[in-house]
């Protein structure tokens, strides 16, 4: 069973306006932590913004923010006023603590989002 | 910038080549990671070092060779490689590999590999 889901095949955004991309986590580990990192098309991953399990407040960095959702197990990322710099592939990922090897990271298949000017 | 330096940026060698590539970080950090990345799809992990030890081998086949000489330096050695085996293969740290499920991977450029 995949760990982390992401359905959305590809996103559109009109520039400055804001958009959501979804993610979904599936786990048994009481301590896991969840992260979105930025693939543009040099390849470089950068890592955008984390979330911890036991945390109470939803996280956010600059533009981007975390609707975090534990009940439904949902971590989606909300990106503020779109910048053409936004264009890129985004990947949702995860690190467990009790299950599996805890150094492990695993992503989701990503979702491409493209800024329109 | 990164701070997670790989080198070199792109590499074409042939199927009876050996090549390195090679990985360095300055951030203290003692866990090190390989990475597999195809186009369009997300990383695989290959290998863990944790601590300058092997810790996690992903089934990666005998072609591929990690070594880590030190806390800072993370090397993939490559010999015979497949044309399949074309990929973008990042390299990554984290601050404690000990279970720390909120430190983030850190990751380089990546190096851009095609066999010939």
């Known amino acids: 069973a995949q760990k982390i889901t992401q359905t959305q095949p590809g996103m559109f955004v009109q520039e400055k306006e804001a958009v959501t991309l979804d993610c979904t986590y599936d786990t048994s580990d009481p301590s896991y932590g969840l992260f979105w990192y930025k693939q543009p098309s040099s390849g470089e991953m950068i890592f955008l913004i984390y979330?911890?399990?036991?945390?109470?407040q939803n996280a956010t960095e600059g533009r981007y923010s975390l609707n975090f959702q534990k009940a439904r197990k949902s971590a989606n990322l909300v990106i503020s006023a779109s910048q053409l710099g936004d264009s890129a592939m985004y990947f949702c990922?995860?690190?467990?603590?009790?299950?599996?090897?805890?150094?492990?990271?695993?992503f989701g298949k990503g979702i491409t989002l493209s800024v329109r000017p | 910038d990164t701070e997670v330096t790989q080198t070199p940026k792109h590499l074409v060698m042939g199927m009876t080549n050996k090549k390195s590539l090679k990985c360095e970080q300055h951030m203290g950090h003692r866990a090190m990671y390989w990475y597999k990345q195809k186009a369009k799809k997300p990383p695989e992990l290959m290998f863990v070092y944790s601590y300058e030890k092997l810790s996690i081998n992903e089934s990666v086949p005998s072609r591929f060779s990690p070594e880590c000489p030190n806390s800072s330096l993370l090397n993939l050695h490559l010999h015979a490689l497949q044309p399949e085996d074309s990929a973008l293969y990042l390299c990554a740290s984290s601050q404690d590999p000990r279970g720390s499920y909120n430190s983030p991977l850190h990751f380089g450029n990546g190096t851009r590999l095609t066999v010939t």
């Open positions: 990922a995860m690190r467990e603590v009790f299950t599996g090897a805890n150094s492990k990271l695993t």
């Open positions: 979330q911890g399990s036991y945390d109470q």
